[in-house]
């Protein structure tokens, strides 16, 4: 699955704004399950639970049970 990964700064429309690493993909690269499994993570576990899917990993255990 394409996705760019980018030390970027950012500001979105709901007014959050930082600086850092920053991945950006098609809302559907995640299904609906994965989402809320995405929410539940904390802060420092989201991007590398994305990453992982985004890559096509198989095993995804470490964030899923």
């Keep these: 699955m394409p996705y760019v990964l980018e030390q970027t700064s950012y500001v979105s429309e709901d007014g959050n704004y930082g600086t850092g690493y920053l991945i950006t993909f098609p809302y ?3 299904n609906e399950d994965q989402w809320g499994v995405l929410d539940t993570l904390p802060d ?3 991007m ?3 990453q992982a899917i985004l890559d096509g990993q198989a095993d995804l255990s470490e964030w899923e049970d």
Excluded: C, N, Q, W
Aim: glycine share 0%; aromatic share 22%; charged share 35%.
């Design 48 to 50: 590398s639970y994305a």
């Design 44 to 46: 420092y576990e989201k």
């Design 28 to 30: 559907d690269a995640l």
